[in-house]
C-alpha cells in the first residue's frame, strides 16, 4: 500500500481542508462539511486541542482518506476512550487497506493517552463500514439518540 498516515498539527490547516472536502464528497453532505467551514484560526485552535485527533492517509500529496476523533475522559476509572466522529476514504481508494491502516495507526496513539477503547458508530444498513469495524472490534448493538439543545 502506498498510503502513508499522517497526524494532523497546528501547522497542517491547508491538509485538514482537504480532509473536509474527503468528508464532503465521501458523505455527499455539502451542508455539513461544505458550507459554512471553520476558519483556518478555529482550525489551528482545533488541532492543538488535546482532546482532538485527526488523521490523514496520503498517496505522495494526495489525501486519500481521514479520520477524526475526540478523546473522552472516564470518570469511574482514571483511563479515557477514544471515539473516531468521522472516518472516510475517497471512492477510488477503498478496498485497499486505507480505512485499516488510519485505525490501526490510532491505536498506539490512544494507548499513549491512558485509553482502554476506541470506539465508533456506524449506519445499521451501511455494509461496508460494518464488516470493517466487525474485522478489527467486537460488537455491540446500541441506541443512538440526538437530543435538540434549543426548541427549534
Known amino acids: 500500500m502506498p498510503h502513508s498516515i499522517k497526524s494532523l498539527t497546528i501547522n497542517d490547516v491547508n491538509l485538514f481542508h482537504q480532509l473536509l472536502n474527503c468528508f464532503e464528497e465521501v458523505f455527499d453532505e455539502p451542508h455539513n462539511y461544505g458550507r459554512n ?62 480505512a485499516t491502516a488510519l485505525i490501526e495507526h490510532l491505536k498506539p496513539i490512544a494507548r499513549e493517552r491512558g485509553a482502554w477503547m476506541i470506539f465508533v458508530q456506524a449506519d445499521k444498513d451501511d455494509d461496508p463500514p460494518i464488516q470493517l469495524y466487525t474485522k478489527l472490534g467486537k460488537r455491540e448493538d446500541i441506541l443512538h439518540f440526538d437530543i435538540p439543545v434549543t426548541n427549534d
Open 37 to 98: 467551514r471553520p476558519d483556518n484560526e478555529y482550525i489551528t485552535s482545533l488541532l492543538s486541542d488535546d482532546t482532538f485527533i485527526a488523521l490523514i492517509a496520503l498517496d505522495n500529496d494526495k489525501v486519500t482518506g481521514g479520520l477524526t476523533a475526540y478523546e473522552l475522559r472516564k470518570f469511574e476509572q482514571p483511563r479515557s476512550e477514544i471515539y473516531i466522529y468521522d472516518l472516510a476514504v475517497y471512492k477510488e481508494y477503498r478496498r485497499q487497506g486505507v
